[in-house]
């Protein structure tokens, strides 16, 4: 078994539901086993294109995956909560994003690990900093690297929001876990 850390955001929509939904949705997909669920931040968007604001939130994960196969269970759950392609950067139902991967570097056309703009968001790394703030990437932990983005780049805001997740303790359920 292997640890990963995936990112989620979304600002279409009913955004808390598409976050439950999506913790739901990965937590019965096979092969994925849910440890640990971040804060939820809103952010603005990233990218520069006109639109609402994103809820993110970071997981930590156990899966006897590959990478790919990981990134394909995920696209496989945006494809189930309705993500229509868009312009990069743009609106979406759901985004899943493999942000690292315990013991893999590796660059494919498909998928890069670590994700190669991980410490230049703070809407990646606030809530990475809550599940796995001692995980080392580009030669720091991810704590360090958001300490350093906050004083580096204060414009980026990155706000812990209080949602309560109705859903989430049923998303979460210990007998829904699959090894």
Same mark, same amino acid.
Do not use: Y
């Given at each position: ?41 809103? =952010? ?13 939130? %970071?997981?930590?994960?156990? /899966?006897?995956? !590959? ?6 269970? %995920? ?36 998928? =890069? ?5 991980? /410490? ?20 720091? =932990? ?5 300490? !350093?983005?906050? =004083? #580096?780049?204060? #414009?980026?805001? %990155?706000? #812990? +929001? ?7 303790? +049923? ?9």
């Amino acid at each position: 078994m292997t640890e990963a850390c995936l990112g989620l955001g979304t600002n279409l929509g009913d955004r808390e539901a598409q976050l439950c939904n999506a913790l739901a949705a990965l937590n019965a997909t096979p092969g994925i086993r849910i440890l640990a669920v971040s804060r939820v931040f809103r =952010t603005a968007p990233w990218g520069g294109i006109a639109q609402p604001d994103f809820l993110n939130l %970071c997981v930590r994960i156990e /899966t006897p995956l !590959a990478p790919l196969d990981l990134l394909a269970a %995920c696209k496989a759950v945006e494809q189930h909560a309705g993500r229509q392609p868009r312009e990069r950067w743009g609106p979406r139902e759901i985004d899943i994003d493999i942000l690292l991967m315990d013991g893999a570097e590796m660059t494919t056309p498909e998928l =890069t690990l670590p994700h190669p703009r991980l /410490t230049e968001r703070r809407f990646v790394l606030e809530p990475l900093a809550d599940i796995a703030p001692d995980w080392v990437t580009g030669g720091q =932990t991810v704590s360090a690297h958001a300490a !350093a983005l906050r =004083t #580096a780049d204060p #414009a980026q805001a %990155c706000v #812990a +929001q209080e949602i309560a997740f109705d859903g989430l303790i +049923q998303a979460l359920n210990p007998s829904r876990n699959r090894p």
